[in-house]
């Protein structure tokens, strides 16, 4: 009778733990939807969870203030308890410190827009944005844009910094989220053996069309990637040579952020 309770006990432990991560994998997917937020469908696509068990989980997330539907397209978001669970934690991030000058002075030389992307699990998200003066800047991605680690030049050069097994897990964890964005495991990962071969990710095609965009990996006091830094712009403002000197510029700077990192 013992074992038997201690058997069940440790089942409802892992059904429970597994409703956790159920739940966790709901509010990434809205994550992503930004504003706009996203259908339950959808969510059930990307999180290769049913759409009946999405619905209650939303339905839950509601009650909470987790999630928030909207009331003219009855598409789901995040929710302001969100924002308000962050306020408990008010210092500013060390990466952010030690990035923003950087940032500043990277935008300015070099002109067009720049971006800082965070390693979050299995996904990307961009925690800073610098529009330069050039007078055509690609906003592609807002911060707080959430995406699969795969589908940005960030993702690819974060994955292409990692292990080749630990990037095969994780190009494999977002398969089905890649449908999304129109995108292959295999083609992920041919970008990241690239990238890897290179010491740079670029995407002569960038989120959108007419755009490239080149990243650079930043490492943590450990040496394990952590950020990405970004430059998107104007196909016509890359060309070879110019890709090369921008690539410089922001290898520079990431690893002026790193020694920032650890001074901190």
């Known amino acids: 009778m013992a074992k038997a309770r201690e058997m069940a006990v440790s089942d409802g432990a892992v059904a429970g733990a ?3 991560r159920r739940a ?42 987790l999630v928030e539907q909207n009331a003219r397209n009855r598409r789901y978001a995040i929710g302001e308890q969100v924002s308000i669970l962050a306020l408990a934690r008010r210092s500013r991030s060390p990466l952010l410190l030690a990035a923003q000058p950087h940032l500043d002075r990277l935008a300015k030389v070099i002109g067009d827009t720049l971006f800082l992307t965070v390693m979050a699990g299995a996904d990307t998200v961009c925690v800073a944005r610098r529009i330069g003066a050039f007078p055509i800047q690609v906003l592609s991605i807002e911060v707080g844009a ?4 795969g589908v940005s030049s960030a993702g690819i050069a974060l994955l ?8 095969a897990a994780i190009v494999a964890r977002n398969k ?3 449908r999304t964005y129109h995108v292959t495991p295999g083609a992920v990962l041919d970008q990241v ?10 995407r002569p095609i960038g989120l959108v069309p007419g755009t490239k965009s080149l990243s650079v990996v930043v490492r943590d006091a450990a040496g394990a ?12 403002r890359l060309p070879p040579r110019r890709e090369s000197q921008c690539a410089g510029l922001l290898q520079e700077a990431a690893v002026q952020i790193e020694r920032g990192l650890v001074r901190a």
């Open 146 to 149: 959430r995406r699969p680690l």
């Open 176 to 178: 089905l989220r890649f």
């Open 18 to 20: 597994q409703s956790i």
């Open 160 to 167: 292409a910094a990692l292990a080749p097994d630990h990037a």
């Open 225 to 236: 990637p952590v950020a990405a830094l970004t430059i998107s712009a104007v196909v016509d």
């Open 24 to 65: 966790l994998s709901v509010l990434r997917a809205l994550a992503e939807g930004q504003d706009a937020g996203v259908g339950l469908s959808d969510v059930a696509r990307t999180t290769g969870v049913s759409r009946p068990t999405v619905h209650r989980i939303v339905r839950v997330l509601m009650e909470e203030g």
């Open 193 to 202: 053996r690239a990238a890897r071969r290179r010491g740079y990710e670029v």
